[in-house]
Every structure is written in C-alpha cells, then in structure tokens.
C-alpha cells in the first residue's frame, strides 16, 4: 500500500500533516466543502478563493445525473475544478432514504473511472438507530470492505481508498468495527455517522465515537470525520486524531440564514454588526444581507460561512505548532455548556493523547493557565504524574517552597544537601532539578486562584508528602500568607505535623488574606 500521508507536528493525538493526492497535496487538518452536482449555488472558484483547494462530492448523484459522460470526462472536469476532489459513496442517501438502487461494485468502479483523488466506499451509515440495526451497519460495512480488496487494486490505485468506521454512539461496536478495519490494507480511514448527535449538539457523544476508534486505527494513516462543519467541533476531534473533515454546513446554514462564529451559529436577525473581517463581512452590514434578494444573501453567507471554517481550521494549526491546542480546548468548552461536556468526555482520553505529545518541539509557547480544566493537559498531566510517583529528592533533607513568580522564573539553587521543590498552583510541585524543562520554563496564571485550584494543589502536595515520608524523608515547608494557596498549603501541612517556615513579614499566627 503505497503512503500517502506524512506528518509534520504532533500536539496532543493531533497532527499537521501532507495528504498527497494524485491532484496534488492537502496540509491537514483540513476542510473539503461541499459541492453538490444538482445544486451548487456556489462557484467553484470562490471556494478556492476562500482558501479551499479541496471539496469533496457526491458520486452516487454524479453517476445518476451523469453516468458515462462523467466517465469520458473524470470528475474534474464535469465539476470544473482542478484541485483535489474527494466523493462520498452516496452512503448518505441511504442514511436519508434508507436505501440506494445501486451495488457497491458499481459505485465503487464508477469512482475509479472518474478517476477521484480519494474516495470512499459503499458503506452503511449507523446513524441515531437501535442496536441491532447498529451492529447491522457494522457488519455490513465491514463486509463490504472484506469484499471491495479484490477489484480496488489497493497497492496501485492512485485514488485514495477510504474505509468508514461505524457504530455510532455503541462504543463496543466502534471499536470492533476500528479494530477490524486496521487490519484491512485501506490507505485512509473514515469515522462515520456524527452529523445526528452534532445536530443535536450531542457533541460529547462525537467525542467518544471519536476516541474509541482511534486506540484501535493505525496511527500512520489519515482519519476523516463525516459531516463535521462547526468550527466548535475541530479542535476536540483534531486532538484526537482527526485529520480531514467535510460538510455542507456553509451552505445548509446560509439557507436558514444562520451566520457562522467560532462560538455557535447565529440567527442573520440577531445580528447588528458583524464580528468578523472576511471579505463579506467587511463589505456588508447584518441590515444590507437581509435587504437582499434570498438567492444573493445566500450565496453571500455561505461565503463567509467558508471563510469562517477556513479561520478556525488555521487557529487550530497554529495551536499546534505552539503546543497550545489544549488551551484551545479549554477556551471554545467556555462557549457553550455542551463544549464543557465535551471537554470533560475528551479528556478521559488523557493518556492516548499524551502518548503522542512530544516533550518538546519548535514553537512550543509557554503555558497559559485560567481554570482547573487547565490542570487535564496532558502535558501538565505528564509532569504531575512524573512528580507523584518518579522523582526521587537526591538529598534526603527536602524543603517545599511557593513559587510566587506567575510568569515562569523557576531556577536552580546552588544549597547543597538540600533538595529543593516548589510547589506552584496548577503545576503541582517542580523539583529544582528540572526547572527549565517544559512547561516550568515559562508559564503564565492568574490571581486570585480559583478555589477547586487550591484544594487541587493541598491534594497533590499531601499525597507527594506522604510519598516522601514513606521513602524516609525529612520535609521542611515554606508558606506566606501572603497567597492564599501557599497558606492553606502550610495550614494543611502543619496539621500533617510538619515543620513549617512562615515568611518573615509574618507576626503572630497566620491568617488568610485576599490575593
């Protein structure tokens, strides 16, 4: 099978890739718009403009409007367009009328003869369905995919097979359907069937299909998310290791007059400027669209709507070169209760994410800090983990000290026969001994900290205490009250029995202050 992706960057379980087509290359994560051969109410062309050098369509339609002539042409030219075309089976039609009047083999050679950059097999859509019309799809879909190897001349093909994984929201059944698949010589995978629960704003359900595939699909080859056109929806599945998705949400959207933000979609009538600067919205007011014939305002939102989905798929690239994609997470969960959810469901999946976080890369930012959601990276995680349960004091005299610095001024102390650690609010505790390793070298909070923050850290540094004391330790712990955070540290340290060194500027007991 010959390799068509290759990776650039990794952050979390997502990645920058080159997808390479016999059309030429798509740098993922990437969006495929799209187009309908019935029905485009949008030139080709002015979604190249907005930044798409991809769409994908729709073959069953090409073969019944078309037939041989799409043969004699290839689909580029019958869609006028010389970039990289992508087309569904017609699976979808099935979804929605619950059969099509055509085999797989006839779809499939179809597919070949018009000669797709990628395309995908006859699948069988689980959707929002019992589960024994789920485990149905399963194994039809795999059934069909067992079938396909025999005429898809798989190791010389130059379109991109893509093998869709189903089962919906029965985790079980997706990951037998994932775990099945990997073992099939598909260059491409595909997750199926979210569009229901998207629609519903079931998001975390999205997140879980998701997950449970990708522990069981080759990491090596690309994943596709079908019907995935929100920007809400791209950071989660791009950190678990999506890499192309597709939709017609730009233009579904701008039928019902629904303009598209990175935090939701909203209403063309609600709106009294527009809070973005694509070309449409920098020529037009809210008040100008709703003026316009149906047709014409339409076409427009649709535009921006393209423009939008290009925006949010290049901030989530940028998230990855800077190692930020997490506090990407954490910043969209606080745009709508459902993302909270999401966040919560995705970050069950800590450890596979962090098996693919790199330690450190180029363009690595320092961390942002603002909730105790900001504590469920990975990365944090890994250093957390590392401190509670691996490190090892050199010296057998260990002294905890607040970091008071909130902008990363971790050093070495030059004591001899004293292992020093601060302790810091989301960090947990820093050894000396790797100040200036990631993320300790720069990172950034701020005050006050929350509460569910502080009773996190009083967690972790009564645990790493007991740790150390079982190993033979003798502990020494610094505290201000100067910070909350570090008096409820010593507060809590004194009631374990310890030594506890308050700060000079303190007279008589301790007591908290507002900081």
């Not at 997502?14 to 990437?30: F, K, M």
């Not at 004699?72 to 099509?100: K, N, W």
């Not at 929002?128 to 396909?148: G, K, M, P, Y």
Request: proline letters at 6%; glycine letters at 6%.
């Amino acid at each position: 099978m010959p390799n068509v992706f290759r990776i650039k960057d990794f952050e979390l379980a997502g990645r920058i890739g080159v997808l390479e087509t016999a059309s030429g290359r798509v740098e993922t994560p990437a969006f495929f718009p799209v187009v309908d051969p019935l029905r485009q109410e949008i030139d080709l062309q002015e979604i190249k403009e907005a930044g798409f050098n991809q769409v994908i369509t729709n073959a069953y339609l090409l073969y019944r409007r078309f037939g041989d002539k799409a043969r004699e042409m290839g689909v580029h030219r019958i869609l006028g367009f010389d970039g990289v075309i992508m087309t569904d089976s017609g699976a979808y039609q099935m979804l929605e009328y619950g059969s099509i009047d055509i085999d797989q083999r006839t779809v499939v050679s179809f597919e070949k003869d018009i000669k797709s950059d990628i395309a995908v097999i006859l699948d069988h859509p689980t959707g929002d369905v019992s589960r024994r019309l789920a485990e149905q799809s399963v194994i039809n879909t795999l059934n069909n995919a067992r079938e396909a190897i025999s005429y898809l001349d798989l190791e010389t093909s130059k379109t991109i097979w893509v093998l869709p994984i189903q089962g919906g929201k029965y985790l079980d059944l997706v990951a037998k359907s994932a775990s099945e698949s990997a073992d099939l010589p598909y260059p491409m995978y595909g997750i199926g069937s979210p569009t229901v629960f998207m629609e519903k704003y079931n998001y975390k359900v999205v997140v879980d299909m998701i997950g449970a595939a990708k522990r069981f699909l080759r990491p090596e080859r690309p994943v596709h998310l079908f019907g995935a056109g929100h920007p809400l929806m791209f950071p989660f599945a791009v950190a678990l290791g999506v890499d192309t998705f597709d939709s017609a949400s730009y233009m579904l959207y701008a039928r019902d007059d629904r303009y598209i933000t990175d935090y939701g979609t909203v209403k063309l009538q609600e709106l009294e400027y527009f809070p973005c600067s694509c070309p449409v919205c920098r020529k037009y007011t809210p008040k100008d669209l709703l003026e316009m014939p149906p047709e014409q305002r339409r076409k427009l939102l649709a535009i921006h709507n393209l423009y939008a989905i290009k925006r949010s798929i290049e901030r989530v690239k940028q998230s990855i070169r800077e190692g930020r994609l997490w506090e990407l997470l954490v910043e969209v969960s606080h745009y709508r209760p459902e993302m909270r959810e999401a966040l919560r469901a995705i970050s069950k999946y800590y450890r596979y994410m962090e098996s693919f976080t790199p330690t450190s890369k180029g363009g690595l930012r320092g961390a942002r800090l603002f909730s105790i959601e900001s504590t469920w990276n990975p990365r944090i995680i890994r250093l957390r983990t590392w401190v509670l349960l691996r490190y090892r004091p050199p010296f057998n005299l260990v002294r905890l000290a607040p970091l008071l610095s909130r902008s990363g001024m971790c050093q070495q102390s030059k004591a001899d026969g004293l292992s020093l650690v601060y302790y810091i609010p989301y960090l947990g505790a820093v050894p000396e001994e790797i100040c200036g390793a990631y993320p300790t070298a720069q990172f950034s909070y701020g005050e006050p900290v929350p509460d569910d923050v502080i009773r996190d850290l009083v967690n972790f540094l009564r645990a790493l205490v007991i740790r150390l004391k079982r190993e033979g330790h003798d502990i020494i712990i610094e505290a201000t009250s100067k910070k909350r955070w570090s008096l409820e540290i010593g507060q809590e340290m004194q009631r374990m029995g310890l030594k506890v060194l308050w700060a000079r500027d303190l007279k008589g007991e301790p007591k908290a202050r507002n900081s």
